[in-house]
């Protein structure tokens, strides 16, 4: 490429040069010209040289992959990951389509959603979170105590009033008012959903016979809301409203969480320690894939309803994007984990850690 003296020079010749002789086009303008020329090959130069990966599905652990992909283009700046948090049946669908490279779930995908893939899918957990039960409560200032039972019988309306016996009897000296209790839910798609409804359906026979668990589920009662912002929104917004988000979502609009009572008989609260000892007392029955529910686990200090998040991609990624992307993972699993716990997610149980790098390892970029 020329030098811009030289550009300039030649720019004064032939007809624009002509009309900076004459006075009717200035020099300025023309160095202005130039230096836009300039800087238009130059980004065009540098898009060209960027590598997009584009990734799609859960809400759960949007504010640190938000952060996770921020952070890693600073030090490659050359490879930007777009992520869309659209919910995890989005992403899994948006996956299966091959709209995306990657897509996010906290539920791990299910035998038939894995039948309907071009071909092998690897789950790769990326950090740990809690799904924890929130609500709007202005008159009561102590965290509330819940167990699984009550909480599906909260949400399948069978239980209607905050003063309801059977609350104010988990919760001796505490006034609850009068006031309906309004359920909030996820309207779309959602991993969060998944977890939720199968710790409800781990707890309770009736809730597991009369609605179930997944993605999706018919809800008695209640309002929706779109991904866990929607219905951190609506709980805030709503009087008497009790509704489930992912710990971030709760902690950033500063809601009340509840303690509830795990499979020891223990109130837990939501914390990334007993997030933590709810993944490591799964541990001994970890699958090689690492589809695995860890809701309702034992351990005295385990809140019983933690998940893994995963990060879905194919096993054959060739060229530049399955490169990229295992060097992505790589640094996840390194720089990325220490970064969980000031988004309130549990960096990765560290004995579980090299096995998710031999999984990635494992990922056909040829």
């Not at 600073?74 to 669908?93: D, L, T």
């Not at 299966?96 to 791990?108: L, R, Y």
């Not at 179930?212 to 709503?238: A, D, F, R, Y």
């Amino acid at each position: 490429m020329r030098s811009l003296n030289a550009y300039i020079a030649g720019s004064q010749s032939g007809p624009k040069g002509f009309l900076v002789k004459f006075g009717l086009v200035s020099k300025r303008s023309v160095l202005s010209a130039v230096l836009l020329s300039f800087s238009l090959t130059g980004a065009l130069a540098n898009a060209a040289d960027r590598l997009l990966i584009n990734g799609a599905g859960a809400t759960f652990p949007a504010p640190i992959y938000t952060k996770w992909f921020q952070d890693y283009n600073k030090v490659h700046p050359s490879v930007e990951i777009n992520y869309q948090a659209i919910g995890s049946g989005g992403g899994i669908k948006q996956l299966i389509e091959k709209t995306v490279d990657f897509g996010a779930s906290d539920a791990p995908m299910s035998d038939e959603e894995l039948k309907k893939t071009s071909g092998p899918v690897l789950h790769i957990p990326t950090v740990l979170g809690a799904v924890v039960v929130t609500y709007n409560l202005p008159q009561v200032k102590t965290a509330i105590k819940l167990d699984g039972p009550m909480l599906a019988e909260i949400f399948a309306g069978k239980i209607m009033k905050w003063n309801d016996p059977k609350i104010a009897a988990l919760n001796p000296g505490v006034t609850f008012p009068a006031t309906s209790i309004v359920p909030i839910y996820r309207s779309d798609s959602s991993g969060t959903t998944s977890v939720f409804t199968e710790y409800l359906a781990k707890v309770s026979p009736t809730w597991a016979k009369e609605i179930g668990k997944g993605k999706t589920v018919k809800w008695p009662m209640g309002l929706g809301g779109k991904g866990n912002e929607g219905v951190s929104g609506q709980i805030k917004n709503t009087p008497g409203a009790i509704g489930y988000v992912e710990l971030t979502f709760a902690s950033s609009i500063k809601l009340p969480v509840a303690e509830l009572k795990n499979r020891a008989g223990q109130f837990v609260a939501p914390t990334l320690a007993s997030v933590s000892e709810a993944a490591n007392a799964s541990l001994r029955a970890m699958p090689a894939d690492f589809r695995v529910s860890i809701t309702d686990a034992e351990g005295k200090g385990s809140y019983p309803i933690s998940s893994f998040t995963y990060l879905l991609v194919y096993k054959q990624m060739p060229g530049a994007k399955g490169l990229e992307l295992v060097k992505f993972l790589d640094w996840a699993m390194a720089d990325g984990q220490k970064q969980a716990p000031s988004l309130q997610y549990a960096a990765l149980p560290a004995s579980m850690v090299g096995k998710v790098k031999e999984k990635i390892k494992s990922i056909a970029t040829k």
